[in-house]
């Protein structure tokens, strides 16, 4: 069974950064597709970005430019580094395993998620 655990959560102004770190226990860690998700409450989980096995970077529209996917593969780790953080980016931001290589943007093509670390961005 996969775990990912999020650490880096937290509270911060507007214009500020966050670092979101993901651990993968993982030992498939190298041939997966890695994801972050967002959900507000009352809301649908939304994508954030997706990462593939190879280091091809999407990301959603309303955090390009402000958000940087990366990955360790010495680590098992992907990380989210957050800057130019506006209130609308309050969520608890979800990290997720895909099978296979190939990135996705559908929450319902990832096999395994993480428990969740909250992000609050006060104005």
């Known amino acids: 069974q996969v775990q990912l655990v999020e650490s880096g959560g937290g509270s911060v102004q507007a214009g500020g950064s966050l670092r979101l770190s993901c651990a993968a226990s993982?030992?498939?860690?190298?041939?997966?597709?890695m994801g972050w998700f967002r959900q507000t409450p009352g809301k649908e989980r939304e994508f954030v970005a997706f990462?593939?096995?190879?280091?091809?970077?999407w990301y959603a529209d309303s955090v390009k430019g402000r958000f940087t996917i990366s990955r360790d593969n010495t680590k098992d780790t992907v990380y989210l580094q957050m800057n130019t953080l506006k209130p609308e980016d309050t969520a608890v931001y979800y990290c997720?395993?895909?099978?296979?290589?190939?990135?996705?943007?559908?929450?319902?093509?990832?096999?395994?998620w993480g428990q969740g670390t909250q992000v609050t961005v006060s104005s």
């Open positions: 997720a395993a895909r099978a296979i290589q190939y990135g996705s943007v559908r929450q319902v093509d990832y096999d395994h």
């Open positions: 993982d030992d498939r860690f190298i041939t997966r597709a």
């Open positions: 990462i593939r096995a190879e280091g091809m970077t």
